[in-house]
């Protein structure tokens, strides 16, 4: 009977595996540090800490291009979390700096990643609006408000990629719960705003009451 030996060819593959496994559990552990960082330099940003939110920003972008150097090919659908993050704070650093939205481009970052950055920036815009809203800037929160709605029409012919852009359409469904609900609460303060404006127009043009004199009985 003909032997067969394979042996030797187990050994490489069984290397390369276990550096593999290696690679994927050391980017699982410091996805979690660029996730951290972005998600706390948005925090920073809502509270008006811009300076601290910038440098945790720049600590994950240092982060995030650490990992792609361990990731390659074979590994790079777990930069798709790390990287929706970065994107989502970048997004709502720039507005809140009064820039336009970066390019995916200037990210370096996978399409995919940029996409759903973008749908859940959505979210952390409509946080902006009730911000402004209390603050009594109606101006700043209808702009901010457009710039949700147009993100939600620019991206929506993207649903057609869910298949491998996995979350996508449940992204974008959560987004428009969200415009629905921003909306109401920009035109209920647009009908209260001029409601107010209104009775304080007319009580300027009401007379005087007359002033009693003497004593009341």
């Not at 979390?81 to 370096?108: C, H, M, R, W």
């Amino acid at each position: 009977m003909k032997s067969y030996s394979f042996k030797e060819s187990l050994e490489p593959i069984d290397k390369e595996l276990n550096a593999r496994i290696s690679r994927r559990e050391s980017l699982i552990r410091d996805s979690r540090t660029v996730i951290s960082l972005s998600s706390r330099s948005i925090v920073k940003i809502h509270t008006g800490q811009y300076d601290d939110a910038a440098k945790d920003l720049i600590l994950a972008k240092t982060q995030l291009k650490d990992l792609k150097k361990v990731a390659s090919e074979d590994l790079a659908h777990y930069l798709v979390s790390p990287e929706t993050e970065y994107v989502e704070a970048s997004v709502i650093k720039s507005v809140a700096s009064g820039k336009a939205i970066p390019q995916y481009t200037d990210l370096n970052v996978s399409g995919a990643a940029y996409l759903l950055g973008l749908m859940d920036a959505v979210g952390e815009l409509k946080r902006m609006v009730y911000d402004h809203i209390r603050k009594g800037d109606l101006q700043r929160a209808s702009e901010l408000f457009n710039l949700m709605e147009q993100l939600y029409v620019e991206l929506s012919p993207f649903a057609l990629y869910d298949h491998v852009v996995q979350g996508f359409r449940h992204k974008l469904d959560v987004a428009r719960a969200l415009l629905e609900g921003t909306r109401s609460a920009i035109t209920e303060e647009v009908r209260r705003t001029e409601l107010i404006k209104s009775i304080n127009s007319l009580s300027k043009k009401l007379p005087e009451s007359p002033k009693r004199v003497g004593k009341l009985r």
